[in-house]
């Protein structure tokens, strides 16, 4: 019998290590999107609550209407899904109507959860109203 003295992989192990590099792939992205959508939830939130406050403590405390331009200089380009200072609107009670763009939508299901509670309606397609008042619910 001859001894060959092979060095190398074969294609199966080769097909292998491509599929599991493939099936970590697809792990990573799906983890990077929930991570980009929780960070744009948190973004939209924190301006909403800005607003929330800038509305309840208009008019010397009597509360009054507010969106992003009653903020100074807050830009709104950087706010992911918001196309427009009236796409957040903020309330004397401290309701505040969040509309975003369409292709956030997934944006709004993550905000429900984020809210700790405080969402008035159910956050539905593209808009949500939360109360930004109200105590969390533990």
């Keep these: 019998m001859k001894k060959t003295n092979e060095s190398g992989r074969s294609m199966v192990e080769m097909l ?9 792939s ?6 990077y999107t929930l991570a980009m959508n ?10 909403a609550s800005d607003v929330a406050i800038t509305a309840m403590s208009a008019n010397g405390g009597t509360g009054g209407n ?7 200089g807050l830009d ?15 309330y004397a009670n401290g309701v505040v ?19 700790g509670g405080r969402i008035v309606d159910t956050c539905a397609n593209t808009s949500c109203k939360i109360n930004m008042a109200k105590s969390v619910k533990k």
């Design 97 to 115: 109507e969040i509309t975003i763009d369409k292709d956030y939508a997934d944006v709004t299901k993550i905000i429900n959860s984020l809210s």
């Design 26 to 31: 697809i792990g990573g992205i799906a983890g």
């Design 66 to 72: 507010a969106n992003l331009t009653d903020l100074g």
């Design 16 to 24: 292998g290590v491509l599929a599991i590099i493939g099936v970590l």
């Design 76 to 90: 709104v380009l950087t706010l992911p899904g918001i196309k427009n200072e009236d796409d957040i609107k903020g």
């Design 38 to 47: 929780r960070y744009r939830a948190n973004e939209i939130l924190n301006a």
